[in-house]
């Protein structure tokens, strides 16, 4: 298995529902291959919370949102090989067509 930073939401789900069908910790950890601290620490949090899921990092906030992404990806696959200048221009343009 390799070494992660954090377990999914659906790995930790796997880990609770073997915890409720009455396997050891020993046990979960063989057979899903984790180790015994990692699986100690999502029963815990589980327990504690009632709650096991990964909750969003704190940080800078992205240039684009989901929309812009999505208008930029669909142009640049339009045609691959126009200038980012001209993809730019294109883009301020409906830009400030929409937003007067």
């Given at each position: 298995?390799?070494?992660?930073?954090?377990l999914?939401?659906?790995?930790?789900?796997?880990?609770?529902?073997?915890?409720k069908?009455?396997r050891?910790?020993?046990?979960?950890?063989?057979?899903l291959?984790y180790?015994?601290?990692t699986?100690?620490?999502?029963?815990?949090?589980?327990?504690?919370?009632?709650?096991?899921?990964?909750?969003?990092?704190?940080?800078?906030?992205?240039?684009?949102?989901?929309?812009?992404r999505?208008?930029?990806?669909?142009?640049?696959?339009?045609?691959?090989t126009?200038?980012?200048?001209?993809?730019?221009?294109?883009?301020?343009?409906?830009?400030?067509?929409?937003?007067?």
């Amino acid at each position: 298995m390799p070494h992660s930073s954090e377990l999914s939401d659906f790995e930790k789900g796997i880990i609770i529902g073997y915890h409720k069908c009455g396997r050891s910790l020993r046990d979960i950890s063989s057979d899903l291959k984790y180790l015994k601290s990692t699986v100690a620490y999502v029963i815990k949090k589980w327990k504690v919370s009632g709650d096991c899921r990964n909750v969003p990092r704190v940080g800078r906030p992205t240039k684009l949102g989901d929309r812009d992404r999505r208008v930029l990806t669909r142009e640049i696959r339009k045609n691959r090989t126009q200038p980012m200048a001209c993809i730019q221009a294109s883009r301020e343009y409906c830009f400030n067509e929409y937003h007067p």
